[in-house]
């Protein structure tokens, strides 16, 4: 067995300073500006060398960087696997992007609305009793399949502000209700991705936080993709969860390939979320996925490992963030780890995209 103890290490602003070759006072200057991406922990910031690495690519393209054109890549959250950290991982990940500058919209696919729960404020009337949010995604996909655009003024009654700066569009049982008509719709794979097309350059990203399920929710959420994040844990089922999930990737790419433009649905990697690498058995199964990756050549966050924590589900009953929360912890750093990766991948492939036009 390979041995697995990877934790993310911070670094202080003083060795930031040091590694960056400017002094400590740059340093905070780069960092309230949001030249630097950090994390605040109580008394003072702290980084990571990922965070270096962002810095150095955004420097060196920033002038390409500053003249494209806005339009969202959409990553979704995927494994056909129930409970194991998709919407967490979804929504912190949209949270962090945001930080970096970025314009982010969180997409709630999930019926059981539980990104829509984290990130909202719970919709009430005057006298404080809580309701079902008005307007869903279910009343943009309906709309968008009677009529074929969905329009300015529906989207804005739909999208809300998030409590963690990023827009989010609700999700809620309702979504179930309008199912059966979608999937006998002709549309129903593109139904998302034309959706969101409408809205993409407002944003740079929209994540999309799916249901466990394999069925509508999931397939146009992955047809609409140019990224995928596969979620796993360290543990048996979920594994299988991967390769079904893998399985399922492949399938929806060869039905989309006679599509016009299809999404390319690029697997970002596999994140291990709720590892226990003190226990054998989860560095056992860290070590499967780590072969499985390797066999097929996927990425996996294999320095990013989140570990279990109770920490998180404490943040989720606090309605805050977990790199607020615990910065110093080592779920915020492989979290804020993963997010500098995806958005220096992300902006290189959109720096060959322009240059290859
Ligand atoms: N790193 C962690 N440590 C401990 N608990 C965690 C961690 N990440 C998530 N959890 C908890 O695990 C549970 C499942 O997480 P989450 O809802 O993100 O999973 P999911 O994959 O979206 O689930 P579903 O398949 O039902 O949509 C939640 O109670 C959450 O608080
Ligand atoms: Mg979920």
Redesign the pocket.
């Known amino acids: 067995m390979k041995e697995t103890t990877k934790v993310p290490k911070e670094i202080t602003v003083k060795q930031l300073a040091e590694k960056v070759g400017v002094d400590a006072t740059t340093v905070r200057r780069k960092i309230n500006n949001g030249e630097i991406q950090a994390l605040f922990a109580g008394k003072g910031f702290l980084s990571t060398d990922i965070a270096i690495e962002h810095y150095e690519f955004s420097q060196e393209h920033k002038k390409t960087l500053e003249s494209m054109k806005t339009h969202a890549k959409v990553i979704s959250f995927v494994?056909h696997?129930?409970?194991?950290?998709?919407?967490?991982?979804a929504y912190t990940i949209a949270a962090m992007l945001q930080k970096f500058g970025n314009k982010v919209l969180l997409v709630d696919m999930?019926p059981?609305g539980?990104s829509t729960q984290s990130v909202l404020e719970p919709h009430s009337n005057e006298e404080g009793i809580t309701l079902p949010y008005p307007k869903t995604i279910k009343d943009l996909l309906v709309e968008k399949k009677n009529s074929g655009t969905v329009g300015e003024t529906l989207f804005t009654e739909v999208i809300r502000s998030s409590r963690f700066g990023f827009d989010a569009i609700p999700c809620d049982l309702s979504l179930n209700s309008i199912m059966p008509d979608l999937e006998s719709s002709s549309f129903k794979e593109v139904i998302l991705k034309e959706l969101l097309n409408e809205i993409a350059e407002k944003y740079d990203y929209i994540i999309i936080?799916t249901?466990?399920t394999l069925g509508f929710s999931v397939i146009s959420s992955l047809t609409a993709s140019d990224y995928v994040l596969v979620?796993t844990l360290a543990e048996a089922f979920s594994i299988l969860g991967v390769e079904q999930t893998m399985n399922l990737i492949n399938s929806v790419k060869r039905q989309n390939s006679v599509l016009a433009n299809p999404r390319e649905m690029r697997i970002l990697g596999i994140v291990i979320?709720?590892a226990e690498m003190a226990t054998n058995v989860s560095r056992h199964f860290v070590s499967e996925l780590e072969s499985f990756s390797e066999e097929h050549t996927i990425p996996l966050f294999i320095d990013d490992i989140?570990?279990?924590?109770?920490k998180?589900?404490e943040t989720?009953a606090l309605n805050v963030l977990i790199t607020d929360y615990d910065a110093k912890g080592d779920?915020s750093l492989a979290y804020f780890n993963i997010a500098l990766k995806i958005d220096i991948e992300i902006k290189k492939d959109r720096i060959k995209e322009k240059l290859s036009k």
């Open positions: 494994n696997k129930g409970g194991c950290s998709k919407t967490t991982t999930d059981q539980n936080d249901p466990p979620v979320s709720k989140i570990p279990k924590t109770t998180i589900p989720q779920a």
